[in-house]
């Protein structure tokens, strides 16, 4: 009887480890971070050196829309950003600490613009305007960026006072879009 009970126990376990070894050749890998989730750069390696490969996912054509709106106000002072150039940044490794030392954020930041210059000369060097998209705002501070796809994005513009009193603003947002979806955004 204990022999049988014994048995049965190895059937069983045998049959529980094949169904665990079915199950994990089923499970996915990850691979790598998916495009506008960068890797962390790794302590003591310094600055992420710029690399265009890095943005070739940013070419490609998607579904998503941003569709953005300068809605700043600082007090009693509201900001406009009508006929100023919005600037969309694909999200990498290089960018994303560009933005940590230009705007001391990588998620959002409102920041005197000569203040976001000034810090030019300690960011990541690097030419990224190839794969920066470009947008105009209208008179009612909105615009809108339509074809992207999947991915994070760094949204930027500059805003001014608009009763003109007041030093103009460098403003930044990250933004994720994902699955044909339209993100409404305020800066």
């Known amino acids: 009887m204990a022999y049988k009970l014994r048995s049965m126990l190895r059937v069983r376990l045998l049959a529980v480890l ?3 070894a079915a ?3 089923c499970a996915p890998t990850l691979g790598p971070p998916p495009p506008g989730y960068p890797a962390p750069v ?3 390696r310094g600055e992420p050196a710029f690399r265009a490969h890095d943005f ?3 070419q490609q054509p998607g579904a998503n829309t941003i569709a953005g709106r300068l ?3 600082r007090g009693t002072t509201r900001y406009t950003c009508a006929g100023a150039i919005v600037i969309l940044t694909p999200e990498t490794t290089w960018s994303r600490r560009r933005m940590e030392v230009l705007y001391l954020s990588s998620e959002r930041a ?3 613009a000569d203040e976001v210059r000034a810090r030019t000369a300690e960011a990541p060097p690097g030419d990224s305007s190839p794969f920066i998209k470009r947008a105009t705002c209208d008179s009612t501070d909105r615009f809108s960026f339509t074809r992207l ?3 994070a994005w760094y949204a930027i513009t500059i805003g001014r006072p608009v009763k003109g009193t007041g030093p103009s603003l460098a403003l930044m947002r990250r933004v994720v879009t994902r699955g044909g979806r ?3 955004v305020g800066l």
């Open 56 to 58: 070739a996912w940013s």
């Open 18 to 20: 094949v169904l665990a």
């Open 42 to 44: 790794e302590p003591g």
């Open 71 to 73: 809605i700043y106000q």
């Open 182 to 184: 339209t993100v409404t």
């Open 110 to 112: 409102a920041l005197p």
């Open 149 to 151: 796809p999947d991915g």
């Open 23 to 25: 199950a994990a050749a």
